[in-house]
């Protein structure tokens, strides 16, 4: 019941030239594929040229990051109906990368998710602990804050445009992949958080992507699990072959 969605973050990569021949590489390689939601996000200055590559095709655009505000004097920033009016139909928020290097807290993340909500913009909420976390047991209590906090005053009609992205930071980048076990125990807490806070319809229809380190070798293990709903995927998006493989993964019977 829940469409997997596989999601690739081309963080700060490629010229205009070379996302528009990475896109036009990955959709014949994809194009039979209607089982899963197929997702780029490439940096700001790529998404109109990656808009006009991918039309007509079953790839869709998502943004890295957004400015709450919908307009104004924010200089340097770029908003939810400005990444709308240039086609991107996701924004991922909360990345790892984007709490460490630029100090983002899960209050900026939550005004990000409403603004996105209101733009009527999907959202990819990434959430994730430290390896110093998880070694020190606190990592369901850093998963239980990001969430709480991310989606704060959200209502479950909004949740229907929300994919969570689990996202281990000691997996990301790495070449580290949580074991499958692993990622299914935290995949199955975040479900049961979803529930708790909202109701189990939306616990229940709330996609939950894996993300560190997805590669073509471990997806297939990955997406076998039953809570694991799909894969935020960084170094290997930015291939096509080794994108186009994730996307059409073969679950293990
Ligand atoms: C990411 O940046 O979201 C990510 C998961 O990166 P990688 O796949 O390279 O670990």
């Known amino acids: 019941m829940r469409k997997p969605m596989i999601a690739g973050n081309w963080k700060l990569h490629k010229t205009l030239e070379e996302s528009s021949s990475l896109v036009a590489e990955l959709i014949p390689a994809v194009a039979d594929n ?20 991918i039309n007509g095709s079953n790839i869709k655009l998502a943004a890295q990051n957004c400015y709450p505000e919908p307009q ?5 920033e770029v908003s ?40 009527n913009l999907g959202i990819i909420l990434c959430i994730g602990e430290t390896l110093e976390e998880r070694e020190t047991d ?3 209590d850093v998963l239980r804050r990001q969430i709480r906090l991310g989606l704060k005053k959200l209502s479950a009609e909004q949740m229907a445009g929300v994919v969570i992205a689990y996202e281990p930071v000691w ?3 790495t070449g580290k992949t949580a ?12 479900r049961a958080l979803v529930t708790e806070l909202y109701d189990e319809q939306t616990g229940n229809a709330t996609r ?13 293990s ?32």
């Open 171 to 173: 997996a990301i980048g």
């Open 222 to 253: 990955l997406m076998s699990q039953p809570d694991v709903d799909g894969a935020l995927v960084g170094g290997a998006s930015l291939k096509s072959e080794d994108f186009a493989r994730i996307v059409n993964f073969q679950p293990i019977a």
């Open 138 to 140: 606190q990592m369901f």
């Open 80 to 119: 939810p109906p400005l990444l709308k009016d240039v086609g991107c139909q996701y924004v991922i928020i909360g990345h790892s990368e984007r709490r460490q290097l630029f100090g983002e807290s899960d209050e900026q993340v939550n005004s990000k998710a409403h603004a996105l909500a209101e733009a």
């Open 34 to 53: 209607q089982n899963v939601d197929i997702v780029v996000a490439p940096v700001y200055t790529a998404l109109g040229k990656v808009a006009e590559t």
């Open 72 to 76: 104004g004097a924010f200089t340097g």
């Open 179 to 190: 074991s499958d076990e692993q990622a299914q125990e935290a995949h199955a807490f975040i």
């Open 208 to 220: 939950i992507l894996y993300g560190g380190s997805v590669k073509p070798g471990n997806v297939d």
